[in-house]
C-alpha cells in the first residue's frame, strides 16, 4: 500500500483547515478535551456539527442512496483526525456505530427515521453496552428484555455511558433469550432518552469526565425499535465495536501532546541545565517519537484494509486501539517524568508547566485504555483470531 497521501486527498485536507480556520471557536475547539470528550454536548458543538452536515463531511461514506457520497473511507479518516487536532468534536458514534448497523441490518423503518437525521447532525446518541458485571465484556450483559404484547420490558442498569445526560435516544443491547450461550442471547433497542423509566446518575472518572450510570425500570420499547435480527445483537456489537476502536481514538491528539513535550525540553532547565542536553531525555523523546509514527502507519492500514477487504477489520482495529491507547498512556508517563513535580498541577492553574496539559492528560489516558474495550481485550482479540492461539491454555 501508499503510504503517501495524493494530490486529491492533500487537496482535502487543505479543505478542511480551511474550514477550521474560518469556524474557529474555544467554544467549539478545545484540546485539552482528551479523545472520547471530543463529544456535541453543548448548543455551540452541536451547530459545528451542524456545518459540518452542510457540506456533505457527515456521510461520506454512506450510500448514496442513503444520502451520502458514496466516498473512500481514507476521506472519513483524515477528516476526524483534522477534527481532532484542534479538540473539535468528531463525526461520532450517530455517522459510524449507529448508522452504519442501521445502513446494513436496520428495517426500512428505522433508516427513515434516524439515518436523515444523523446526516443532518439533528441527533445524538448515547450506546449502552457497559454493565456493573460485564464491563468490556459485552456478551457477559444482563439487563433484560422480556417479551410484551408488540414490544419489549427492559430492567436493569448500564454503566461507564458517556453521552446519557444529552443524547436523543439511546442505542441498548440487552439479553432477550436468558438461556442462549453468552454470545447469542442479545439483541439492539433504540430508546428515547426521556423515556420515564430510565434514571440517569452522573459517574465522574479520575480525569474529571462525566459518564453516566443508567437504570432501567421497566422501559416499554416497541418492537419496531429493534434493530435486525432477534438475538444477534451481539454480532452487530462486536462489528460496530471496531469502528469505535478506530474512530473514537484518533492519532492526532497524540502527535500534539509529543510536540508539547518537545517543545517544552527545547526551552527548559533544570539546575542551571537545558533539559535538550539530557541523553536520556533525547533518547525517550526519540522514542516516543518512533512509537507515533508506528501509530500512524497502523491507523492508515486499518483504513487501507477497512476499504479493500470486504470482512469487518477486527483484528486491525485490536491492533491499533491497543498500541494507540498504550502510547498515549506512555506518552502521559514520559511527561509526567520529565515535566517534574510542576506536572502535577491541575488544568487551568495559572503557573502550571504546559499550561497543566501533563496532569490531565495523565489521568484521562487511564480512559483510553478502557473505553471501547480494554488493552485486556483486544489483546485477547489478537491473540485468538489474529494469532490462531487457543482461548482456553
Known amino acids: 500500500m501508499d503510504f503517501e497521501f495524493s494530490p486529491a486527498e492533500r487537496a482535502f485536507l487543505q479543505e478542511v483547515d480551511d474550514f477550521l480556520q474560518a469556524n474557529r471557536d474555544p467554544r467549539v475547539m478545545d484540546v485539552t478535551r482528551e479523545n472520547m470528550a471530543q463529544v456535541c ?18 456521510g461520506i461514506t454512506w450510500p448514496k442512496e442513503y444520502g451520502g457520497q458514496d466516498g473512500e473511507g481514507f476521506y472519513e479518516y483524515l477528516l476526524n483526525e483534522k477534527l481532532s487536532s484542534v479538540g473539535a468534536p468528531q463525526i461520532g458514534k450517530g455517522v459510524g456505530i449507529i448508522g452504519k448497523t442501521l445502513i446494513k441490518v436496520g428495517s426500512e423503518k428505522l433508516k427513515r427515521e434516524f439515518l436523515p437525521k ?3 447532525a439533528e441527533i445524538e446518541f448515547a450506546v449502552g453496552y457497559s454493565e456493573p458485571s460485564a464491563g468490556s465484556d ?26 446519557a445526560h444529552f443524547a436523543d435516544w439511546y ?7 436468558p438461556d442462549a450461550p453468552k454470545h447469542h442471547g442479545i439483541s439492539l433497542f433504540l430508546i428515547r432518552m426521556d423515556d420515564p423509566g430510565l434514571t440517569i446518575q452522573p459517574m465522574y472518572t479520575m480525569g474529571g469526565e462525566r459518564t453516566n450510570a443508567v ?4 422501559v416499554f420499547v416497541h418492537d419496531d425499535y429493534r434493530v435486525g435480527e432477534l438475538n444477534k445483537g451481539f454480532q452487530y456489537i462486536a ?4 469502528i469505535e476502536r478506530f474512530t473514537m481514538f484518533t492519532f492526532a491528539p497524540i502527535r500534539g501532546r509529543v510536540e508539547l513535550l518537545c517543545d517544552h525540553v527545547k526551552h527548559a532547565t533544570r539546575d542551571g541545565e537545558a533539559l535538550k542536553t539530557d541523553p536520556r531525555l533525547r533518547q525517550r523523546i526519540a522514542q516516543l517519537a518512533t512509537e507515533c509514527e508506528v501509530a500512524r502507519l497502523l491507523g492508515v492500514r486499518f483504513v487501507d484494509t477497512a476499504i479493500n477487504s470486504p470482512k469487518t477489520p477486527t483484528v486491525e482495529a485490536s491492533r491499533y486501539k ?16 520529565i515535566v517534574g513535580p510542576g506536572a502535577q498541577l491541575a488544568l487551568g492553574t495559572g503557573d502550571a508547566p504546559l499550561k497543566g496539559r501533563a496532569e490531565s492528560c495523565y489521568t484521562y489516558t487511564v480512559i483510553d485504555t478502557i473505553g471501547g474495550g480494554s488493552s485486556e481485550v483486544q489483546k485477547n482479540i489478537i491473540a485468538t483470531r489474529g494469532l490462531g492461539l487457543p482461548r482456553n491454555f
Open 138 to 163: 459485552s456478551a457477559a450483559m444482563r439487563l433484560r428484555a422480556e417479551r410484551q404484547g408488540e414490544g419489549w420490558v427492559l430492567n436493569g442498569q448500564k454503566v461507564y455511558t458517556t453521552s
Open 41 to 58: 454536548d453543548t448548543p455551540e458543538r452541536r451547530a459545528f456539527m451542524k456545518k459540518l452536515a452542510e457540506r456533505g463531511w457527515l
Open 215 to 218: 437504570f432501567f425500570d421497566n
Open 322 to 337: 491497543l498500541y494507540s491507547t498504550e502510547l498515549s498512556r506512555r506518552v502521559a508517563d514520559a511527561t509526567m517524568d
Open 171 to 177: 442505542w441498548v443491547g440487552a439479553r432477550t433469550d
Open 118 to 120: 444523523i446526516l443532518n
Open 239 to 242: 462489528e460496530a465495536l471496531d
